[in-house]
T-cell receptor, first 114, second 113 residues
Framework: EPEVTQTPSHQVTQMGQEVILRCVPISNHLYFYWYRQILGQKVEFLVS????????KSEIFDDQFSVERPDGSNFTLKIRSTKLEDSAMYFC????????????FGPGTRLTVL | ELKVEQNPLFLSMQEGKNYTIYCNYSTTSDRLYWYRQDPGKSLESLFV?????AVKQEGRLMASLDTKARLSTLHITAAVHDLSATYFC?????????????FGQGTILTVHP
């Protein structure tokens, strides 16, 4: 069964460093998303991406964040200068165009900023 | 701003008992989603409810949607330990939204022998 994959599973970085989180969405999906979950809290929307551009973003997704689909399979989230409060689990999700908007989530990347 | 509120936030149940988790949302959306999350794991899609009155069942879980009351319920029948997890409901805004999900706080379910 097709699934969303994410790498790395755990990333430890120093405050101020850049990180890139990688996702491979399900191959025939056209909508892509990033969400984050701070430990013990609810899942929060960061950004949606469709047709090679950002379609919607939250207040969390400020100038330090960017997304890219560098090729036909990968979808990346870059944080330019990490802060302590960026420590969280980051989930990538994807879905078909149309249909019931059922989003399929990857296993997540745990980001720890020291 | 969309709001999705679940209750209870913590639920400790005995095996074999029944209980209901409630999910209230703030908009007129007719789409509601339930996800399960095991500790340290990702979100697994459980149910997609697409219209008023929708009811879906899978094993010991049954979800329903009342769009007029802006309420969805997740009913657990004869709980077993394997159901222990965190359950999230999520709603998607209508209109021009590209499918952004707004999640509730989650209900941590623990099923005891």
């Amino acid at each position: 069964e097709p699934e969303v994959t994410q790498t790395p599973s755990h990333q430890v970085t120093q405050m101020g460093q850049e990180v890139i989180l990688r996702c491979v969405p399900i191959s025939n999906h056209l909508y892509f998303y990033w969400y984050r979950q701070i430990l013990g809290q609810k899942v929060e929307f960061l950004v949606s991406f469709y047709n090679n551009e950002i379609s919607e973003k939250s207040e969390i997704f400020d100038d330090q964040f960017s997304v890219e689909r560098p090729d036909g399979s990968n979808f990346t989230l870059k944080i330019r200068s990490t802060k302590l409060e960026d420590s969280a689990m980051y989930f990538c999700a994807s879905r078909y165009a149309g249909g019931p908007n059922e989003q399929f989530f990857g296993p997540g990347t745990r980001l720890t900023v020291l | 701003e969309l709001k999705v509120e679940q209750n209870p936030l913590f639920l400790s149940m005995q095996e074999g008992k029944n209980y209901t988790i409630y999910c209230n949302y703030s908009t007129t959306s007719d789409r509601l989603y339930w996800y399960r999350q095991d500790p340290g794991k990702s979100l697994e899609s459980l149910f997609v409810l697409l219209s008023n009155g929708a009811v879906k069942q899978e094993g010991r879980l049954m979800a329903s949607l009342d769009t007029k009351a802006r309420l969805s319920t997740l009913h657990i029948t004869a709980a077993v330990h394997d159901l222990s997890a965190t359950y999230f409901c999520a709603e998607v805004a209508g209109g021009t939204s590209y499918g952004k999900l707004t999640f509730g706080q989650g209900t941590i379910l623990t099923v005891h022998p």
